[in-house]
T-cell receptor, first 109, second 114 residues
Framework: DAKTTQPPSMDCAEGRAANLPCNHS???????VYWYRQIHSQGPQYIIH???NNETNEMASLIITEDRKSSTLILPHATLRDTAVYYC??????????FGAGTRLTVKP | EAQVTQNPRYLITVTGKKLTVTCSQN?????MSWYRQDPGLGLRQIYY???????DKGDVPEGYKVSRKEKRNFPLILESPSPNQTSLYFC?????????????FGPGTRLLVL
């Protein structure tokens, strides 16, 4: 029971920003929003996480709405190597994480 | 280099033949866990460990055992494997310094049980 809703697939042109949406309308006050990605069948890779404020790191930006019921992961300049399945997860901590089906992002030349 | 390693990466075995998949991390992490990934079902947690000698069941523990005798190692044991345990397995670790610590995943072990 993943607690989040993501589109099953998205396309993005190389060099453009990729905006991946996630709905989490039942999120609790102290649950974080995490984003991981999985390239082919490799181990999932952490991207970013946040609680209430927007966050940015060297990989991506995370925009969380004020009511915290949805968020958007932004890859500012997508490359072919960003083609992967992206998982949006809502959890108190690592033990509470449930990976859903994610969004399959395809970056096209 | 900080990493989680798993061995073997690929394994073909037969029903009932005991096997162990090893997992080791070099980051001095307290928390370690095992997941399996199956088409259409996503990643599901099998077992986890909060520290040495402390283990607990995840969502799908049936048919699996684990041990945590040392902080760096967290082996997954299949005492009598069955075909429905054919899957892709991932080990992960994280620090417990903060509640929101991220997990580091290993490269995966692909298991086929005939």
């Amino acid at each position: 029971d993943a607690k989040t809703t993501q589109p099953p697939s998205m396309d993005c042109a190389e060099g453009r920003a990729a905006n991946l949406p996630c709905n989490h309308s039942t999120i609790s006050g102290n649950e974080y929003v995490y984003w991981y990605r999985q390239i082919h069948s490799q181990g999932p890779q952490y991207i970013i996480h946040g609680l209430k404020n927007n966050e940015t790191n060297e990989m991506a930006s995370l925009i969380i709405t004020e009511d915290r019921k949805s968020s958007t992961l932004i890859l500012p300049h997508a490359t072919l190597r960003d083609t992967a399945v992206y998982y949006c997860i809502v959890a108190y901590n690592n033990n509470d994480m449930r990976f859903g089906a994610g969004t399959r992002l395809t970056v096209k030349p | 280099e900080a990493q989680v390693t798993q061995n073997p990466r690929y394994l073909i075995t037969v029903t009932g033949k005991k096997l162990t998949v090893t997992c080791s991390q070099n980051m001095n992490h307290e928390y370690m866990s095992w997941y399996r990934q199956d088409p259409g079902l996503g990643l599901r947690q099998i077992y986890y460990s909060m520290n040495v000698e402390v283990t607990d069941k995840g969502d799908v523990p049936e048919g699996y055992k684990v041990s945590r005798k040392e902080k760096r190692n967290f082996p997954l044991i299949l005492e009598s494997p069955s075909p429905n345990q054919t899957s892709l397995y991932f080990c992960a670790s994280s620090s417990l310094l903060e509640m929101s610590e991220t997990q580091y995943f290993g490269p995966g072990t692909r298991l086929l049980v005939l």
